[in-house]
């Protein structure tokens, strides 16, 4: 831990002393979103002391709300909005945003209008243009954390506070469903990650609570994008052409799982002759072919009619009434570039 976070957390401490305060996070909360703002409003009122503090949690995502009735039952806890402050607190502190818009005031019952220049974010995300510049001296905002929740650890751990076992599961949750499973995680992101397990989190059991079923019109569409997947060979590289009106990316990279170098996925509206192509294409063939199907997109990219972007191996275009054209343009790329000349 450096001395800068040390320093910010004090300086934070101290400005929040006495004041009214609401805790809160991003619309459409996420498993470290809540878990940050709940222990963070935990440090505040069991801590600090602090008397007027209230916890509200906007709607939270389907597996986020699974993740959290599960530790919750296993040790009989809920978590539950307050509403001591009414819709004029002194101050905001939101978690695991740093974006003013991604903020349900209303749903949170809070004035807009009245709080806007009081909001302070502690958050893991870079650095948005902070349209509210009035208390960016007290927001804590730091990127080389892996979760919202290891920043809130370290206000435990700088003040030497105990953390029960069912705060160990929520806080070790939060680090697990923000990496990826750890995919993401630094040496750091262990560290503090073993800290916690250490506590009396016991992994597995974490793990069952994480990862929780794929929602069953998913699991459809990845089935269905399957079946409907069309396989085009060019040398050794496989490409597969697929069709679905719904989770294109989770199709997409489920056949790339299956053994495709290179997805197109193809979602027609029902409505108009618009359509949108999900590609993806894996490190071989970008590194052996050359593959950019983000340079490739927005260079097929013309005026209001065709327009997409992206990455060299995920890239999205989006165009009206031309689809058998641009599908030609894009079969064209792959066999110049895949079939040895
Ligand atoms: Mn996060």
Redesign the pocket.
Known sequence: MTIDIKEKINNLISFLKGKKIIVSTHILA?V??VVSALAFKTFLTEHLKQQEVDIRIPKCTKPTKQVLSEINSMFKQNIKNSYLIGTNPELVIIT?TNNVDKIAFEELEIDRESIKNNVIFID??SKSDLKEKSLDEFNIILDEYT??TEIILEFYRIFNLYINEYFSYLFSAGILT?TGNLRHANNDTFERFIFLLQKGVDFQTLKDIVNVEMELPKKIANIKGAQRSELIRYEKWLLCKTHISNYESSVASSLEHLGFDIVLVISTSKKNDSYRITARANHNVIREKEIDIGHLFSSLSEGEFLSGGGHSGAATISGKGNLDDTLTKIMDYFKKKLIKN
Request: proline share 0%; glycine share 12%.
């Open positions: 996420d470290d979103g695991d893991h995300h979760s919202s923000d």
